[in-house]
């Protein structure tokens, strides 16, 4: 069975940090596009970050650029997601998905699966 599945979220105060897993079950993580999302309550799914299958170059969303870093394990199929200087504005639940690759880019708005998976929640407050 594909699956993905994210962890790694819980409560932390403004300037505060977090590290995301989201492992892959039943297929070669390294052999796709990876981004990750999240839902503030009440909002639509944004697209934050996402990392290209094999070199793994990153991209971030402007809102997130110079806080966030993507990277993967290949040897432990999961891609993380490393969150420093946390602000309410970030509190949410947090996904990873497969995403489509655009020429040498990966793409934060185009996944490859309709669904969601579990997600991990986010939430920054003092």
């Known amino acids: 069975q594909v699956q993905l599945v994210e962890s790694g979220g819980g409560l932390v105060q403004p300037g505060g940090s977090l590290r995301l897993s989201c492992v892959g079950s039943?297929?070669?993580?390294?052999?796709?596009?990876i981004g990750w999302f999240r839902q503030a309550p009440g909002k639509d799914h944004e697209g934050i970050s996402c990392?290209?299958?094999?070199?793994?170059?990153?991209y971030y969303a402007d809102s997130v650029k110079g806080r966030f870093t993507i990277s993967r394990d290949n040897a432990k199929n999961t891609v993380y997601l490393q969150m420093n200087g946390l602000q309410p504005e970030d509190t949410g639940t947090y996904y990873c998905?497969?995403?489509?690759?655009?020429?040498?880019?990966?793409?934060?708005?185009?996944?490859?699966?309709?669904?969601w998976g579990q997600g991990t929640e986010v939430t920054v407050s003092s």
């Open positions: 998905a497969p995403v489509m690759t655009v020429g040498v880019m990966c793409s934060m708005d185009i996944r490859l699966r309709d669904d």
């Open positions: 039943g297929f070669t993580l390294e052999d796709y596009a």
């Open positions: 990392t290209t299958r094999g070199n793994g170059d990153p």
